[in-house]
Nanobody, 121 residues
């Protein structure tokens, strides 16, 4: 199972830190990541990190503002979100991520209940 937490309501420019607690079945050896979704938009990839943490991937919209990390001993994934913008408002989901067939494409194998992030201007 994957359980995201840390969401909340903030002002533009502020920061939030999302955490994801996983079980070994949905964590060990996998690429982990985050996607977000709003009622008006399709699911949007946010960030991903490989099992070793040696490679990270970000959506252009969050590059330079968000940082993904993982602690394999604790089976957790963290998304540090800085300089938040109203456009970042969404429900954020932690997921097991697979690369799609095309560069920049991602697929989600498992995900849990999301956490709501609201950014006001």
């Amino acid at each position: 199972q994957l359980q995201a937490s840390g969401g909340g309501s903030v002002q533009a420019g502020e920061s939030l830190r999302l955490s994801c607690a996983a079980t070994a079945r949905t964590f060990s050896g996998y690429i982990m990541g985050w996607f977000r979704q709003t009622p008006k938009k399709e699911r949007e990839f946010v960030a991903a990190i490989t099992w070793t943490g040696g490679s990270t991937f970000y959506a252009d919209s969050v590059e330079g503002r968000f940082t993904i990390s993982r602690d394999n001993a604790k089976q957790t994934v963290t998304l540090q979100m800085n300089s938040l913008e109203p456009e970042d408002t969404a429900i954020y989901y932690c997921a097991v991520v697979n690369f799609g067939q095309e560069p920049g494409e991602y697929e989600y194998q498992y995900w849990g209940k999301g956490t709501l992030v609201t950014v006001s201007s």
